[in-house]
């Protein structure tokens, strides 16, 4: 047999942007931008609905900007940029708060991530997914410094850059265990 499905995916989605410019002076001009980027994607399991996933995703950017007329041939530009980005996926219990006289593992809740997998038989896997829940978050800074010169027909450019870039990723596979029955 074959099974072929198509389960809907309901998703909320929530963006908006912000920019600031301001002229200081004649020399010098600042600006800002920040934007913002949230969504919640919800998806049943592959088997009977019997459990549902959701994953919550923001994305945030905020960038800060100067420029600086040293004299009319020279310019200084500098920048810095944060960027955030974070994802949290994870299922619902299958059997939300199962008395403990059912745990297979004193002390470990049933089925609240696990996975529970039947050999042999028409209803081969229930339980969470093998590798919910997890959560990713990601942060990136960035700093930029460009001083330009024009001289006649001559265009001079330099300048630094400077990154850092850091991952926090909590992903276990099957938490709470997997328990196999052979059939």
Do not use: C
Not at 55 to 75: C, M, N, R
Not at 92 to 102: E, G, H, I, K, M
Not at 154 to 163: D, I, R, S, T, Y
């Amino acid at each position: 047999a074959q099974f072929v499905s198509n389960f809907p995916e309901p998703t909320n989605e929530y963006y908006w942007m912000t920019r600031v410019d301001h002229r200081i002076s004649d020399q010098d001009t600042l600006f800002g931008r920040y934007s913002y980027d949230n969504s919640t994607i919800s998806f049943p399991s592959f088997v009977n609905n019997l459990s549902e996933a959701t994953a919550k995703i923001f994305w945030q950017y905020l960038t800060i900007g100067e420029d600086h007329v040293i004299s009319p041939t020279w310019i200084n530009t500098a920048r810095f940029g944060f960027t955030r980005s974070y994802q949290n996926a994870y299922d619902f219990p299958l059997f939300p708060n199962l008395p403990a006289q059912y745990d297979l593992i004193p002390g470990v809740p049933f089925a609240q991530d696990a996975s529970i997998q039947f050999q042999g038989g028409a209803l081969t896997s229930i339980g969470t997914r093998q590798n919910f829940p997890k959560l990713y978050v990601t942060n990136n800074f960035e700093y930029h410094d460009d001083v330009s010169s024009s001289q006649g027909p001559h265009q001079v450019k330099f300048g630094a850059v400077v990154e850092r870039y850091q991952s926090n990723v909590f992903a276990p596979s099957y938490l709470g265990g997997s328990y196999t029955f052979p059939s």
